[in-house]
C-alpha cells in the first residue's frame, strides 16, 4: 500500500511532497513509490515462499483443525494423537479419569436443575421454545423421592469444584452475537432446539491433564476424596438417570444426554470405581471446550515407504469453534498445508449456543465458503469431514424430517445416505464457486468418536497429505 504521510507522522517532512512539484514530477514520484511497493511485495513474496520451502524440506506439516464449537476438532485431534503419539497418549491417561467425572457430574447438575425448576414451576432452563410454566401434572412427576435424591446428590457440586480446580477448567457465559443474514440453501423453519448450560473449558487440556496426572491414578484414589464422593454417589446418581419422571423431563425439553458427554451416564458401575482407568473410547469421548489455539505436534511416518525413509512432524492446530474465538484463526492461516473442516451434519435443527437466532447448519455452511474463497489459503488443502453421522441417523430415526429445516432438500428420501450425499454435494459446489483456484475436494464422511472407523479415515489421510507434499515440494 503506497504510503501517504498525515501532518502527525513522524515522516511527514521527509515524506510529503515538493510543495512546487509539477504534474509530470508528480507523475514520476508515484511511479517511483509503486516501483518501490512493488520490489518490496516481490521479496515479501519471496521470504514466504523460501520459509514454506524450508519446511517442506524439514517435511514440516501444519494442520489446522476447524469448524464451529462441537463440531468434533477436538475430538478428531485426540484420534490422531491416540493413532500417532502414542506414548504421549498413554502418558495422560491416567489424568482422564477426573475429566470423565466432571462429564458425568455436569450431566446429573444438568438433570438436578431441571428438577429443581420444574417443582419451582419457574422458567424451563434448557429450552427458550418450551412453555414457559409446565403444567401441575408436570410438577407432579417430581415427589418426595426425588426430593431425597437432590439431597443426597448435593454433595457433588462440591466435587465439580475441586476437579475444576485440579484440571484448571473455567466456565463461560454465551456471549449472544450478531444474526447472520444469509441462510445456507434456504430459510430455515423455527427450530425447536435445547440452549446448553454454561460449560467448562480448558485453554489447553494435555496442561489440564498434565497438572491432574498424578492425582488421577488408581493408587491416588485412596486420598482422593473427590472421587471417594463419587463413587458414594453411584447408586442415587445411576437411580436418577434411569428415573422415568426424569427421563420424562428431559425429553419434554429436548435435552439429550445421551447424545453428548451423558453417555458416560450408562457406564457408572464401570467408572464410578476406585481402580477405573479411562479407557481409548473414554478418552476420545469426554468432553472438554477448547478456547483459544494450542498446537500439537506429532511424528508421522511416512506409510508410503518411499525410499524406506523417514518420517515427518505434523503440526496441528486445535481451536475453539465458537464465534467469539473466531478471530484467533486467521494469523494461524497463512502457511497452512492443510484444513480438515468439520462440519456436523447431524445439526440441521439445531441453533448456536452463542447466538440461538443461528441455525447451525447455516453457521457451519458460511464457515465452510469463507475457508474456501480465502485468498491467504489458496494454496491449502482443504479436507472436509461430514461428521457425527451416527448422531444424524439416531436423528432421522426419532422421525425428525429434514425437510422441515431444509426446505431444498424436497422429496428425497429421510435416510442418512441421501442426506449425507446432498449435504456433500451442496459443501462440494460451494468449494468449488468459492476457491479462487481450483483444487480437490477431499470429503469424508466421519463418526470420530468411532475410533476404529476414524483410524482408518486417518491413515488415509496421511498418505494422501504425505503424497501431496511431496508432489507440491517437487520431490517426486
Ligand atoms: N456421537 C458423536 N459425538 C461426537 C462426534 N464428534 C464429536 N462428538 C461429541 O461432540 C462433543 C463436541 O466434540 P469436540 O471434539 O469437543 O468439539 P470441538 O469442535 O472441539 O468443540 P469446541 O472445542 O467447543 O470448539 C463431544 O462430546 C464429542 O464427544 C460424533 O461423530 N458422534
Ligand atoms: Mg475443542
Known amino acids: 500500500m503506497a504510503f501517504t504521510p498525515t501532518d502527525s507522522d513522524p515522516f511527514y517532512e521527509i515524506m510529503r511532497p515538493p510543495p512546487d512539484e509539477t504534474p509530470a514530477q508528480m507523475t514520476a514520484r508515484l511511479k517511483r513509490e509503486a516501483d518501490a511497493q512493488r520490489i518490496s511485495d516481490n521479496i515479501d513474496e519471496d521470504i514466504k515462499r523460501d520459509r514454506a520451502l524450508q519446511r517442506k524440506a524439514r517435511k514440516e506439516l501444519r ?31 491416567a489424568g482422564w479419569r477426573a475429566v470423565v467425572q466432571l462429564n458425568i457430574i455436569r450431566s446429573i447438575i444438568t438433570i438436578l436443575e431441571i428438577i429443581e425448576a420444574e417443582m419451582s ?14 403444567s401441575d401434572s408436570a410438577a407432579d412427576v ?19 469444584m475441586d476437579l475444576k ?26 427450530l425447536p432446539s435445547p440452549k446448553r448450560h454454561n460449560e467448562f473449558f480448558v485453554r489447553s487440556w494435555t496442561d489440564a491433564i498434565d497438572s491432574n496426572n498424578s492425582q488421577g491414578s488408581p493408587e491416588y484414589a485412596d486420598l482422593d476424596s473427590s472421587t471417594i464422593t463419587f463413587m458414594t454417589c453411584k447408586d442415587d446418581m445411576q437411580a436418577l438417570w434411569q428415573d422415568p419422571a426424569v427421563q420424562l423431563s428431559l425429553d419434554r425439553r429436548k435435552v439429550r444426554l445421551a447424545d453428548t458427554a451423558g453417555f458416560f451416564l450408562n457406564d457408572l458401575d464401570r467408572i464410578a470405581t476406585r481402580a477405573y482407568t479411562a479407557t481409548d473410547d473414554d478418552i476420545v469421548r469426554a468432553r472438554l471446550r477448547t478456547v483459544g489455539i494450542q498446537e500439537y505436534l506429532l511424528r508421522i511416518s511416512d506409510g508410503l515407504s518411499l525410499r524406506g525413509e523417514g518420517s515427518s512432524i505434523w503440526k496441528l ?22 484444513i480438515i473442516f468439520l462440519c456436523p451434519v447431524s445439526c440441521f435443527d439445531e441453533r448456536l449456543d452463542e447466538d440461538s437466532r443461528v441455525n447451525r447448519l447455516e453457521d457451519s455452511t458460511l464457515l465452510w465458503r469463507s475457508i474456501c474463497s480465502s485468498k491467504l489459503l489458496t494454496r491449502t488443502q482443504l479436507i472436509l469431514f461430514l461428521n457425527k453421522c451416527d448422531l444424524l441417523k439416531r436423528k432421522l430415526k426419532r422421525g425428525i424430517k429434514v425437510k422441515t429445516y431444509l426446505p431444498s432438500y424436497g422429496d428425497r428420501p429421510n435416510e442418512v445416505m441421501p442426506v449425507v450425499k446432498y449435504l456433500r454435494e451442496k459443501y462440494k459446489e460451494i468449494q468449488k464457486q468459492h476457491s479462487p483456484e481450483p483444487r480437490v475436494s477431499y470429503i469424508y464422511t466421519t463418526t470420530v468418536t468411532d475410533t476404529t472407523a476414524t483410524a482408518k479415515t486417518l491413515h488415509s489421510i496421511r498418505d494422501r497429505v504425505l503424497r501431496e507434499n511431496l508432489v507440491t515440494s517437487n520431490l517426486v
Open 63 to 93: 494442520i489446522l483443525l476447524l469448524g464451529q464449537g462441537e463440531s468434533g476438532k477436538s475430538t478428531t485431534l485426540k484420534n490422531f494423537r491416540m493413532q500417532y503419539a502414542r506414548d504421549a497418549w498413554e502418558h495422560e491417561r
Open 121 to 134: 414451576g419457574n422458567t424451563p432452563l434448557e429450552d427458550d421454545d418450551a412453555p414457559r410454566r409446565f
Open 142 to 160: 417430581f415427589t418426595d423421592n426425588h426430593r431425597l435424591l437432590m439431597i443426597r446428590l448435593a454433595p457433588l457440586r462440591g466435587v465439580e
Open 165 to 190: 480446580r485440579r484440571l484448571g477448567a473455567g466456565a463461560e457465559p454465551v456471549h449472544p452475537s450478531l444474526p447472520m443474514a444469509a441462510t445456507p440453501f434456504d430459510d430455515p423453519a423455527p
Open 317 to 338: 492446530y486445535d481451536v475453539g469453534g465458537c464465534r467469539t474465538a473466531r478471530a484467533a484463526w486467521l494469523p494461524f492461516f497463512e502457511n497452512t498445508d492443510v
